[in-house]
């Protein structure tokens, strides 16, 4: 009897993360949810530019590559070209949503596209080898900020699921963590809360996870998993940022 | 006879690309181009397709790379400066081997420049439509029927060749009225085996993907690329000859140029001067045939443009230097004259003395 496999719509193709990435443990996360929904034959998934390029290799349902930080445009594409058969999601790093690709994003979620935004917030640009992110937290040494981020000389970090809820237009936005057993049941939730919802017909859903990058953190993987606690979490609380359907049932 | 209508040119372009089957417009607002956004705006809703105005320039050719993975055909249009922030999006769609339709009405440059009528764009469209090897077809019509005619075309050779076709327009051509007949026998679009579109869970998964690190990979893509590009250069090209059959002064033109050209070819030619017109409606590819054909009786050949010289170089190349070639312009918006292409034609024919 098989009690724990790994999902269909994950292949074989052997991942390049960093030992003790999140990224592992996210995509198991989407591609569960996938399987559960049974949606696999029509999603069609946007890879970002950054360290997860290459989801293309590990997604079974169709895949594109898309520019740094134009996933949510080319979602859009994707979606209005079928959108009663196509299941769509963006996976995009900090750099790709927050940095380049904010506007897209902005307004991605402005015109509440009905697509799923899967946000992996590392707080650091990973690929190209550990620069500062959007969303590296004040004194963070990166190869960019080596002494340390400066709020003076380039401001603050940006909160995206607190940005975005003031906008009119997002179903859903969520903020969680994969740093734990109770924290990816957790993660795995919304995540398939977000998928849920774009089949529903409710509108754009963006799930920030809150994740490690032991590599240029410098750090342990579990050394990294705890300051994931000890500094990210404090700057990026967990929780719901918004949830129109939920608010709509409770005025009700 | 089919029957004719009164259009602006650039409502014939968007009422050519609905014909041709798009049924996505993806656009921004930027003179001289935005009655193309403004007519799919009203139009699109009304036949079930897609009209979005874009947060950008930017979003909006993404937007077209992600209806075009999934095997549709779609277009976007801008002006100069609008195609400029295209360029990262057009260089994905090569890589990609995506099919798209993209119409620049030129306006003066570089910068924010100005909104009247250019036509220097030519080096943008025909070198540099963004990094990297790649060509892009560029059809420069010169009527509004032709912005209807080479829009079909431009659709079903995107198709074909799986590239982006660009519709090369001066912002005259944009703006101009002329009657234009829209009856179009359209061929239904290929079938697209490698589009995303969802594994329905028949077959492997599809990746509409340009990135290739291992690089014996990425210059196969490379070659084989411009296998078609030759294949293109070879069976594609168009033009149109004017009076050439005994041309001593060759005038090269496209687009609002052209039409000028004609006027003063007409005047040199009732002043006794063997004038004729060569006007590339493929500027990629630059059509090679009309100039072997005419280098040889020639004496001068004049590249009439609304640029400071860019076409003049693809004349250059086409007629391997074997004759003098001068430049004919005007720029910044300003339109040459008949009367200012005739005393060029009068100083070629002089041998250069005016």
């Known amino acids: ?252 | 006879m089919a029957d004719k209508v009164l259009m602006k040119g650039n409502e014939a372009i968007a009422e050519a690309a609905i014909l041709a089957g798009c049924r996505h417009y993806f656009g921004y607002p930027i003179p001289p181009q935005t009655e193309i956004a403004a007519y799919m705006a009203k139009k699109m809703p009304k036949i079930g397709g897609c009209f979005l105005q874009a947060e950008s320039e930017i979003a909006a050719i993404n937007m077209v790379y992600g209806v075009s993975a999934t095997g549709k055909r779609v277009m976007t249009s801008s002006s100069s400066p609008g195609i400029a922030l295209k360029s990262e999006g057009l260089s994905y769609l090569a890589g990609a081997d995506l099919p798209a339709f993209i119409v620049n009405v030129q306006r003066g440059g570089p910068g924010l420049g100005g909104i009247q009528p250019s036509q220097s764009d030519y080096f943008q469209a025909t070198r540099a439509g963004g990094h990297g090897d790649f060509r892009m077809l560029v059809l420069a019509p010169a009527s509004v029927q032709e912005m209807a005619d080479l829009t079909v075309k431009g659709f079903e050779l995107a198709d074909k060749y799986r590239m982006t076709a660009m519709v090369l327009a001066d912002g005259t051509m944009g703006q101009m009225m002329e009657p234009v007949s829209l009856d179009y026998d359209i061929a239904p679009a290929p079938e697209k085996p490698w589009a995303t579109t969802g594994t329905k869970m028949a077959r492997e998964h599809n990746i509409v993907n340009s990135l290739f690190l291992a690089p014996e990979e990425l210059e196969k893509f490379n070659f084989d690329r411009y296998e078609r590009y030759k294949y293109i250069e070879e069976n594609e090209a168009m033009y149109e000859e004017y009076m050439m059959d005994d041309a001593e002064i060759v005038l090269v033109a496209f687009g609002i140029a052209a039409r000028v050209t004609k006027n003063a070819v007409n005047e040199a030619r009732k002043l006794g001067i063997k004038a004729g017109l060569i006007r590339p409606i493929t500027l990629w590819p630059f059509p090679k045939a009309p100039f072997e054909k005419a280098v040889d009786n020639a004496k001068a050949f004049i590249s009439v443009e609304l640029s400071m010289g860019q076409m003049i170089e693809d004349v250059r190349l086409a007629t391997e230097c074997k004759r003098p070639v001068t430049l004919c312009n005007r720029a910044g918006g300003m339109i040459p004259s008949p009367e200012q292409v005739l005393e060029a034609i009068k100083e070629a024919a002089n041998g250069g003395a005016k």
């Open chain 1, 1 to 252: 009897m098989v009690v724990f496999d790994k999902p269909h719509a994950l292949n074989d193709m052997p991942m390049h993360y960093c030992p003790g990435c999140t990224h592992g443990i996210i995509h198991r996360l989407v591609a569960e949810v996938i399987d559960e929904l049974g949606i696999e034959g029509r999603t069609i998934g946007i890879a970002p530019v950054g360290c997860s390029v290459m989801a293309y290799n590990y997604f079974n349902c169709d895949m594109i590559e898309a520019a740094h930080g134009r996933a949510p445009a080319i979602a859009t594409g994707v979606k209005r070209a079928d959108p009663e058969n196509h299941v769509v999601f963006t996976y995009q790093g900090d750099g790709d949503l927050a940095s380049i690709g904010m506007a897209e994003t902005v307004h991605a979620a402005a015109r509440n596209e009905n697509i799923t935004i899967i946000f992996v917030n590392n707080a650091i640009y990973g690929m190209t080898g550990g620069q500062m992110a959007p969303t590296s937290l004040p004194g963070q040494i990166t190869q960019t900020s080596p002494y340390g981020r400066d709020t003076n000389h380039c401001g603050f970090p940006i909160r995206v699921c607190e940005m975005l809820s003031q906008l009119e237009g997002p179903e859903y936005l969520e903020r969680v963590t994969v740093n734990s057993v109770k924290n990816i049941r957790n993660a795995k939730k919304a995540i398939k809360k977000a998928f849920q919802n774009q089949l529903d017909g409710k509108g754009f859903s963006l799930v920030e996870v809150v994740s490690s990058c032991p590599t240029n953190w410098g750090l342990t993987p579990q050394a990294a998993l705890k300051w994931i606690d000890d500094n990210m979490l404090p700057y990026y609380p967990l929780g719901v940022y918004k949830d129109r359907s939920a608010a709509k049932e409770e005025t009700k």
